[in-house]
């Protein structure tokens, strides 16, 4: 089974509602039984918390449900299980990078490297800003879920 980790720092925010969009996208594209989708975190902060209040509201108005989700912590030993992994930033990737045996895993990506369109890269922590926020994190989660299926798509199935 083809696999995927996204990830953030806290992993209670934006790595967990890309995690509940992409599953979305998957199931209504028939793709389950094919594709797995995780996520983690950086730091060990909210390990077994759900995701905030604010990303559960945002991701619930949009018809996805992110209430089973727990946060857990990225490690090293998730380079052997993962065919795409994700960051949300770059602080985020140069932290993975340090936990894999070479730094230069060519699996390990930006996940807004899978929306060329958008006008950035990195997707920024809403933790500490409105609600607003987790709308615009929502919008570009939304853009790079269809890009990464569409890679997968391409080179994997
Ligand atoms: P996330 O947001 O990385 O999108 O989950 C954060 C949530 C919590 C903290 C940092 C970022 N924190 O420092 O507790």
Not at 47 to 65: F, H, S, Y
Request: a negative charge; one cysteine or more.
């Amino acid at each position: 089974m083809l696999g995927g980790i996204i990830v953030c720092l806290g992993n209670i925010c934006r790595s967990p509602s890309a995690e509940g969009g992409f599953r979305c996208l998957v199931r209504s594209e028939g793709l389950a039984d094919l594709i797995t989708t995780d996520s983690a975190g950086i730091g060990a902060w909210h390990i077994g918390d759900p995701p905030d209040d604010r990303a559960q509201a945002a991701a619930l108005r949009r018809g996805v449900n992110l209430s089973d989700l727990r946060a857990r912590q990225f490690k090293a030993a998730d380079f052997e299980r993962f065919d795409y992994i994700l960051a949300m930033d770059e602080a985020n990737r140069r932290d993975m990078a340090h936990l894999s045996r070479s730094g230069l895993d060519d699996r390990l990506k930006l996940f807004l490297d899978f929306a060329p369109q958008l006008d950035r890269r990195e997707v920024p922590d809403p933790y500490y800003g409105g609600d607003s926020g987790f709308d615009e994190v929502l919008n570009m989660i939304e853009a790079a879920s269809h890009g990464l299926l569409d890679d997968i798509r391409r080179n994997h199935l």
